[in-house]
């Protein structure tokens, strides 16, 4: 059925960069033949997912919606798609992002815009756009995303999904093309808080393939999700992501939610974190250079593309060349700013003053949580922008990371769950939660709660 929907819709939405359909059917039926020798199944076996085109997958193709890495098979999968595929989910295909996951449009795939289902004139959010998209126009029941500053979030938020960013190192970024190594962190999509919980647990837990997973217990995400309750719980509303810039309806549905978890028994109180205002700055310094050195790897030597390599040309002129070819134009400003913030005589006043600011950022949160359980935010300033808005100009691009982009830098548990329709435009809002790290678990708690 899903398949058939991919077919009939998917020319008008563009989420899928590919779909595995013989595969597909083949894994059906493979857990079809396991039920019916009577083996014990796990709650998702069966199910299908969509995968953002960033996790490798050992049996399709994986661009991270880049020119530089078209026709690319990789020899294995991702620990995220190994754990899935090991659960029995059924792998639809892989979904269109912004290149290399930088953006929070879609709008910088190198192949294809993605539309959201609400309103086809307007994104579906980015990142992982054509994640959100699949989910939203029930293309696929689930999808795995990608969250560095707000990719899974935000998404989630414009699309009316739940969508998580689980703690960074609490699952695995194994088989996961790099953008910002200390900030990218794997998540579920879905239309419900269980659902999102249940993929949450199933790709989760230590990998010792990734140096920086934490060998603890995964948080009970799932037994949360089925509490949603609320009572006694302390709730902080950060003051600094709720500013008047923001769109009237997004801060009106925001505020009956807070409202909603007191009437539930939650006790609410402001927050106010100063460092945040600086977050956005030091992200777009940390991010750029993290990718600066991740995609010096791609050097026409080792993956996909090759340009003028004819015999007359050096090493170096045929990296420049199929470097310059294959990178679109935001890469391509991130890698010289990344480059520029990290050279000697610049790294101590850009990239080393980014770093004190993340400290200073993560006390703000250490201390909020010295009297919170929980804090919240909407998760972005508005409800989904026309394609073509913001395409010339990135400072009006990066402010759509404001409120989700403090979680990546301190490393916390966040998740965004649907608020209802900003009453202007009938659009999907995103209520954010976070937790600190490891507590995962209340941010599902919370969300259950106040779903809808
Ligand atoms: N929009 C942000 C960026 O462009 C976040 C991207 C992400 O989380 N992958 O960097």
New binding site residues.
């Given amino acids: 059925a899903y398949l058939d929907r991919i077919e009939s819709v998917d020319g008008a939405i563009g989420a899928f960069l590919h779909v595995g359909r013989e595969s597909a059917l083949a894994q059906a039926r493979e857990v079809d033949d396991k039920r019916a020798a009577g083996a014990e199944l796990g709650p998702l076996a069966g199910v299908p997912i969509a995968h953002k085109d960033v996790f490798t997958t050992k049996d399709m193709p994986t661009t991270a919606a880049s020119k530089i890495l078209e026709g690319w098979q990789p020899p294995y999968d991702a620990t995220v798609t190994e754990r899935l595929r090991g659960a029995g989910l059924v792998i639809l295909g892989k979904t269109n992002m912004?290149e290399f996951?930088?953006?929070?449009s879609t709008e910088n795939s190198a192949y294809q815009v993605t539309r959201n289902p609400w309103d086809t004139d307007r994104i579906p959010g980015?990142?992982s756009g054509g994640s959100s998209a699949a989910v939203a126009a029930f293309e696929a029941p689930l999808a795995t995303g990608?969250?560095?500053?707000?990719?899974i979030r935000?998404p989630a938020a414009v699309c009316g999904l739940v969508g998580g960013k689980p703690t960074y190192g609490g699952s695995s970024r194994y088989g996961m093309i790099a953008?910002a190594s200390s900030l990218d962190t794997p998540g579920p999509f879905a239309r419900n808080v269980l659902d999102a919980a249940l993929l949450h647990e199933a790709f989760s837990g230590h990998d010792p393939r990734d140096s920086t997973s934490i060998d603890a217990a995964v948080p009970p995400v799932v037994d949360a999700a089925r509490i949603g309750d609320v009572e006694g719980l302390r709730v902080g509303v950060v003051k600094e992501l709720d500013s008047d810039g923001f769109q009237p309806g997004v801060r009106q549905r925001f505020r009956e939610t807070v409202e909603l978890l007191e009437s539930l028994g939650a006790k609410v109180v402001e927050v106010s974190c100063p460092s945040f205002d600086a977050a956005l700055s030091a992200?777009y310094l940390i991010?750029p250079s993290e990718a600066s050195s991740n995609l010096a790897r791609f050097d026409a030597m080792r993956y996909g593309l090759r340009v003028g390599d004819d015999g007359t040309r050096s090493a170096e002129e045929v990296m420049s060349l199929t470097r310059a070819r294959g990178f679109g134009p935001e890469v391509k400003r991130r890698i010289m700013l990344g480059t520029y913030a990290l050279s000697s005589g610049y790294y101590d006043a850009y990239y080393g003053s980014a770093q004190q600011v993340r400290t200073l950022i993560k006390r703000d949160f250490d201390a909020a949580f010295e009297n919170v359980d929980v804090l919240v935010s909407p998760t972005t300033p508005t409800t989904a922008f026309p394609i073509g808005e913001r395409a010339e100009d990135p400072m009006a691009?990066?402010l759509?990371?404001l409120c989700t982009i403090p979680s990546?830098l301190a490393g916390n548990a966040s998740l965004s769950v649907p608020c209802g329709l900003a009453p202007e435009d009938d659009l999907p809002v995103g209520f954010q939660i976070m937790a600190p790290p490891l507590a995962d678990d209340r941010t599902y708690r919370v969300a259950a709660a106040v779903e809808r």
């Avoid at 990608?146 to 990719?151: H, K, L, N, P």
């Fill in positions: 912004d996951a930088m953006g929070s980015g990142s990608t969250d560095t500053g707000g990719s935000q953008f992200y991010a691009m990066y759509a990371d990546n």
